[in-house]
């Protein structure tokens, strides 16, 4: 039978290639003799005896194969996941590239300039100091004639050396004191994540880059100070103070020793700690592209038909992951800025996304065959995992303390996708266990009878719009032959401030001149919540019966006020077959505004307005303007942030069908993302999202603020009451 060549075969290949060059430029060096008559260099291996000599190149070469297994056995573990369709395209190599490139120029570290400086400071001179050893190596294997480094190339060789050691060993001080250091310099997501394993590596960094100057200084003493070594301008000084100290000699052979086995240090802990995220997290960043849409969970088979061989769905052991998913666990740098933005941990819940992702790590380590170092080693010796079975280090609390928000993914320097893992887990919770909050069987059931999380009658789908007359209501499978179908949502439809909303946006789109129908009772839950809870059943049920409904009318443009109706309809009905132009409101509002087909000219709101982000239309769709630019439209307004705004905007805390369950740890999300809201100062507060509205209303009441204060509402009331009270004093006034 032939053996598939297989990725981790590849590793130890390419490792053992690396080791045998290595190994062999030491017997080519050590046999031809090169030797550079120029006076202004420095002899390769000068002063280091030849039992030394044949020690560094026995001993890398046998590091470096004994790398590259770890390393494979890393590679093999990922290949224990289901098939992830990652793969290389004319159509997305551009984009693999420039994800590439982000991660190896730091581009997205440096979105937090202190950490971002600081890596940078590390990463960047380490490279250039391989750059400048690996020179050196070259030179020394050249005969005579092709070497190059002498004269003005080696004093600028000597100068750029010696500033990247001087930057590197900068940086490596600053990170420990970022990390060590007084409490008030560790920011509070590497103080509760720090461990042995930091030290240790922390420690072997900074031995190379002291070692290193430390072996220079004694090197340039050794030689009588040569003058061309004064562009060493840290190892030159150095070497005047240690110069006359005596036994110069044999302390540049110690400090070489030392400086070796640092770099020998280095490559052990490379495969085993955290520091292989040097490897793994730009390869992760080059497959992060993938074809599916920022807000579109992964497909899963036909659940409805049955149409299925698999007999477990969702996520309970390390096989049911992808590999990409599990790759992920390996690029993680621990660096915890997905723990620093999510709105559950930071409201006291159990969850802490990089958590997520160590555990699963964890878990992917110890059952491995053989096992490997867990993701952060060191210290964290007291983990058990027994089995390999999710649970026994991920509990069902942080699984269903998540809103779906995607900060975490959002903000994660090497994209890895953690949002998709707790919404695969969610799955199989509810799937195969069902085992979700009781709560959510009162909205699974109101969806599944009555096709509505509120358990409201169908009948009154269309009830907000009974005295609008120019909303036509068309009968399911009738021919639509609006230009655009208003997709109203369940909120729209049921919730009575969302029943405004919706009743806002037909009269600003009959301004407008939109010609626009809604479905009425033939609407049905998008099932977005029902998705997000990991009932896939369901949510399966409820999409198939909408497009099926919106196939036979020929829909082809929706509009939405709902994110969640938006991102469900745009991004996951193509999954099943449902392939529609959607729009949110906000998107319409914006073309409309522009187009001068709704005209606000002289609509004003004297008002302190503040805007707060929906998840949804935010960082899951990368709407942020639009709703901006249409409260920016309107006169009078003082448009203002929050803090926390755009992609780094705080969740609500109703997302991931969090709306139906109660939050019973730690203070409420929407109270404090409320309480955020407040302190801007803003007397109004614009929503683009049902969830929302509700969620900062119910907010900014238990706050104590009453609505004459502080008002809160959807973008498209705000519109209305300027756009109305401009009417009425023109009316007034005629
Ligand atoms: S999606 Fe949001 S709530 Fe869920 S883990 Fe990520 S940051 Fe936390
Ligand atoms: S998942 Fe991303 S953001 Fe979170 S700790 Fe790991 S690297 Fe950092």
Redesign the pocket.
């Known amino acids: 039978m032939r053996t598939r060549i297989k990725p981790h075969h590849i590793v130890v290949a390419l490792g053992v290639a690396i080791a045998l060059f290595t190994a062999l430029s030491g017997i080519v060096a050590g046999v031809a003799g090169f030797h550079s008559d120029s006076p202004i260099t420095r002899e390769v291996f000068g002063n280091i005896p030849a039992p030394l000599k044949v020690a560094f190149y026995t001993v890398i070469p046998a590091l470096l194969v004994y790398g590259a297994v770890l390393f494979a056995h890393r590679v093999k573990n990922w290949q224990r996941g289901r098939p992830d369709n990652r793969r290389t395209t004319l159509h997305n190599a551009k984009h693999r590239m420039a994800d590439f490139r982000a991660g190896v120029y730091m581009r997205t570290l440096l979105r937090e300039p202190g950490a971002g400086v600081m890596h940078s400071l590390i990463y960047f001179s380490f490279l250039i100091l391989l750059g400048v050893t690996t020179t050196l190596e070259v030179d020394h294997q050249l005969p005579d004639g092709l070497k190059f480094l002498h004269g003005d190339v080696y004093r600028a060789y000597s100068a750029v050396g010696d500033a990247a050691g001087l930057v590197f060993v900068a940086g490596m001080v600053w990170a420990i004191l970022r990390r060590f250091g007084p409490p008030a310099w560790r920011p509070y997501r590497i103080r509760i994540k720090t461990s042995a394993e930091h030290a240790v590596i922390a420690g072997v960094l900074l031995a190379i880059g002291v070692t290193g100057f430390g072996a220079e200084a004694f090197r340039i003493a050794a030689d009588g100070l040569p003058d061309h070594e004064r562009w060493s301008f840290i190892g030159y000084p150095l070497a005047t103070l240690v110069d006359g100290s005596g036994a110069v000699a044999g302390w540049h052979q110690a400090w070489w020793v030392a400086h070796v086995i640092a770099f020998m240090a280095f490559l052990v802990i490379l495969p085993t700690t955290m520091l292989r995220h040097m490897f793994t997290s730009p390869l992760n960043m080059y497959l992060s592209h993938r074809d599916r849409p920022k807000g579109a969970m992964r497909p899963m088979p036909d659940l409805v038909e049955g149409d299925t061989e698999l007999e477990t769905f969702g996520a309970s052991v390390v096989e049911d992951f992808s590999w990409k998913q599990l790759l992920d666990t390996d690029a993680c740098t621990m660096c915890g800025r ?1 723990t620093s ?5 930071a409201t006291g819940k159990p ?1 802490d ?1 990089r958590e ?1 992702v160590l555990k699963t790590g964890e878990v992917m380590a110890r059952t491995g065959s053989p096992p490997t170092s867990p993701p952060l080693g060191t210290g964290e010796a007291e983990v058990q995992v027994p089995a390999n079975w999710m649970f026994e280090r991920i509990s069902n609390e942080e699984l269903w ?9 959002e903000i994660c320097p090497v994209n890895i996708e ?2 998709d893992k ?1 919404l695969d887990m969610r799955r199989y919770l509810t799937l195969m266990e069902s085992d979700f909050p009781s709560e959510l069987g009162q909205a699974f059931r109101g969806m599944e009878n009555s096709s509505n999380p509120w358990s409201m009658s169908q009948t009154e789908r269309a009830d907000w719009a009974r005295d609008l007359d120019g909303v036509r209501v068309i009968a399911g499978g009738d021919p639509l032959d609006a230009e655009y179908l208003y997709w109203v949502g369940c909120a729209g439809s049921f919730d009575d401030k969302n029943k405004k909303v919706a009743r806002a946006m037909a009269l600003l789109m009959e301004r407008a001149g939109i010609d626009f129908a809604i479905l009425g009772p033939a609407e049905n839950c998008t099932g977005d919540s029902a998705r997000r809870s990991g009932n896939e059943y369901l949510f399966q049920m409820l999409a198939s019966a909408n497009i099926s409904t919106l196939n036979s009318m020929g829909v082809r443009k929706i509009v939405t006020q709902c994110p969640h109706c938006f991102n469900t309809l745009a991004n996951e009905y193509p999954q099943l077959g449902g392939h529609y132009e959607v729009v949110h409101h906000s998107q319409l509002l914006d073309a409309l505004v522009a187009e001068g087909r709704l005209d606000l000219e002289g609509a004003t709101l004297e008002e302190r307005v503040v805007y707060h982000d929906s ?1 949804y239309l935010g960082r899951h769709n990368d709407v942020y303007l639009a709703p901006r630019r249409v409260l920016g439209a309107l006169g009078g307004i003082d448009l203002v942030e929050a803090p926390r705004n755009g992609t780094k905007g705080m ?1 609500c805390g109703a997302g ?1 069908a969090r709306m139906w369950m109660e939050e019973t740890i730690g203070t409420k999300v929407n109270d404090e993302r409320s309480r955020e809201l407040l302190d801007t100062g803003a007397s109004r507060i614009a929503t683009a999202c049902p969830f929302c509205y509700i969620m900062m209303d119910d907010g900014v009441r238990a706050a104590g603020v009453e609505e004459d204060s502080v008002q809160v509402a959807d973008i498209a009331l705000h519109v209305l009451e300027a756009v109305e009270a401009r009417d009425s004093a023109a009316r007034a006034g005629d």
């Open positions: 997905c933005v999510c709105p559950a941990h969850l996304p997520i303390a998540c809103t779906s928000c995607r900060a975490c993914d953690i949002l707790i998840c969740c991931g």
